[in-house]
C-alpha cells in the first residue's frame, strides 16, 4: 500500500517519526507522499524525503487555510520546491469554505496560481476541497486540459459531486473517514460506484483515525500504519477482495505519481 497523504511535518511527529515510519513499514505500507501544506511545511517536506529517500516523497504546495500567506515571495519557493525530483505533485491546494481561515478571493487567488504552476511542470496536483464544490470544480474545470493529473484528497462529497471530478478524468482519495459510521453514510455510497482505476487511499495522519481501529491510537493520533483499516473497509463496501484491491490501487498510485 502506498499513503498518498500523511501530514508528517506535524509537531506531533517530530518525537518518534523513525518509530512511526517503522510502524508503517510493519504494516504493509511501502512508501509514503508527506503532504505539504504551506512554504514551511512543503520545505520541511522535502527535507524529510530527502532524508528517507527508499521510503519518501512529498508534495508542495499552500493548503486554503494558508491562502493569505501567498504572495510573490512563497510563489518563488513553492515553485522551486515543486521542481525537485522528491516532489511528486503541487498542493495541497484548493479551496475550503468550511471553516473559511483565509477569505474566499485570496484562496481563490492561491489555488488558481497553483494550478497554473502544476500544469507549467506538468506535475499532477493533490487537491483539497470542503464545502466549496461549486467554485473549486469551475477553476478545475478550466485548467484541468493543461493539467498532467488531479486527485480530489480526503474526498468526502456525495456521489453526484464524485461522478463532476470523475467527469473531469480526477482521481479521488479515500480517507479513514470513509470508517466514520456517524458521518460517512455519502461517501460510502459514492465508494461503491468509484471505478477502481481512479481510486487511491491514505491516512491524512496525523487527523482522522480510523474509528474502528483496536487499541485505539494513543493520543487519538493517526499513523500511516492505519492505512489498511482504510484500504480493508474500502474493500468491505465494495464487496471486493481486500490484496486484490491492494494492488489495483498501488498500479494506480505509482502511475499517477510516476513512482515507479
Ligand atoms: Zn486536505
Request: charged residues 25%; negative net charge.
Amino acid at each position: 500500500m502506498i499513503d498518498i497523504g500523511a501530514n508528517l511535518t506535524n509537531q506531533r511527529f517530530h518525537a518518534d517519526l523513525d518509530a512511526v515510519l517503522e510502524r508503517a513499514r510493519q504494516a504493509g505500507v511501502c512508501r509514503i507522499i508527506v503532504t505539504g501544506t504551506s512554504e514551511r511545511a512543503s520545505t520541511e517536506a522535502l527535507a524529510l524525503a530527502r532524508r528517507y529517500p527508499d521510503y519518501l516523497r512529498c508534495t508542495a504546495g499552500v493548503h486554503p487555510h494558508d491562502a493569505s500567506s501567498w504572495n510573490e515571495a512563497s510563489a518563488a519557493a513553492i515553485a522551486q520546491l515543486a521542481r525537485q525530483p522528491e516532489v511528486v505533485a503541487v498542493g495541497e491546494c484548493g479551496l475550503d469554505y468550511n471553516r473559511m481561515f483565509s477569505p474566499e478571493r485570496e484562496q481563490l487567488r492561491c489555488f488558481e496560481a497553483q494550478l497554473a504552476l502544476a500544469a507549467e511542470l506538468q506535475k499532477p496536483v493533490f487537491l483539497h476541497e470542503r464545502d466549496a464544490h461549486d467554485a473549486f470544480f469551475a477553476l478545475l474545470k478550466q485548467y484541468r486540459p493543461a493539467l498532467k493529473g488531479a486527485v480530489v484528497h480526503c474526498f468526502t462529497g456525495t456521489l453526484a459531486q464524485m461522478r463532476e471530478y470523475l467527469d473531469l478524468d480526477c482521481h479521488i482519495g479515500i480517507t479513514g473517514w470513509v470508517c466514520d459510521e456517524r458521518r460517512g453514510d455519502d461517501l460510502r455510497e459514492a465508494v461503491k460506484h468509484l471505478p477502481l482505476d481512479r481510486l487511491m487511499i491514505e491516512t491524512d495522519a496525523p487527523y482522522l483515525p480510523p474509528r474502528h481501529v483496536r487499541p485505539k491510537p494513543a493520543a487519538n493520533r493517526n499513523e500511516p500504519m492505519y492505512l489498511g483499516a482504510v484500504l480493508e473497509t474500502v474493500a468491505a463496501i465494495r464487496a471486493q477482495p481486500a490484496p486484490a484491491l491492494a494492488a489495483q490501487v498501488r498500479g494506480n498510485t505509482e502511475a499517477f505519481f510516476g513512482l515507479r
